[in-house]
């Protein structure tokens, strides 16, 4: 966990250590927990986690020509807010 984040907000919010750490390790279990269930988890003013299914595929490596299969996957999107994405442009 980042001190910086923790730290800014045990001071905003006059949390002390132990309890910041408890509602962020509870806060990041219920954004996973959600994304395994392939739903999104929106935050209001800040943005949208959810998730993408990448499909199986064949490559060729440019080396040695070989064909290759690449599994499916599934990958964490995050996409910001418009808010958040005005804010940090300006």
Same mark, same amino acid.
């Given at each position: 966990?980042?001190? *910086?984040?923790? +730290? ?7 949390? +002390? ?6 509602? !962020?390790?509870?806060?990041a &279990?219920?954004? $996973? ?5 392939? +739903? ?5 003013? !800040?943005?949208?986690?959810?998730? *993408?299914?990448? &499909?199986?595929?064949?490559i060729? +490596?440019?080396? *040695? ?23 940090? $442009?300006?």
């Amino acid at each position: 966990m980042n001190n *910086s984040i923790t +730290d800014s907000v045990n001071s905003r919010c006059g949390l +002390d250590a132990i309890k910041s750490e408890t509602y !962020f390790t509870a806060f990041a &279990d219920i954004i $996973k927990e959600t994304l395994l269930e392939h +739903d999104s988890v929106a935050l209001p003013g !800040f943005g949208t986690f959810t998730t *993408s299914k990448s &499909d199986e595929k064949v490559i060729t +490596d440019p080396l *040695s020509g070989k064909h290759q299969l690449v599994p499916p996957s599934i990958n964490v999107v995050f996409v910001p807010s418009l808010k958040l994405a005005k804010t940090v $442009k300006q």
